[in-house]
């Protein structure tokens, strides 16, 4: 996968923009999650999580089990 530093930034933007606030602190050695940003990621996770369970059954027909 190829992504520009600037695609990622405009990204980062954008969710910035959504939340209405930082996800991130800026220093010269690089960035650190921002309380917010640590609760959007972990919501973000937690959603793909969810959504490749759902998803699961459409690519692979074998016996499944779920585990909560």
């Known amino acids: 996968m190829s992504v520009t530093a600037g695609?990622?930034?405009a990204q980062i933007k954008a969710l910035e923009g959504e939340y209405g606030a930082p996800l991130f602190e800026r220093h010269a050695k690089g960035v650190r999650l921002t309380p917010l940003g640590?609760?959007?990621l972990e919501q973000k996770a937690s959603l793909g999580s969810r959504c490749a369970r759902r998803s699961l059954p459409d690519v692979y027909s074998g016996p499944t089990s779920r585990i909560d």
């Open 7 to 9: 695609a990622i930034a």
């Open 38 to 40: 640590s609760k959007a």
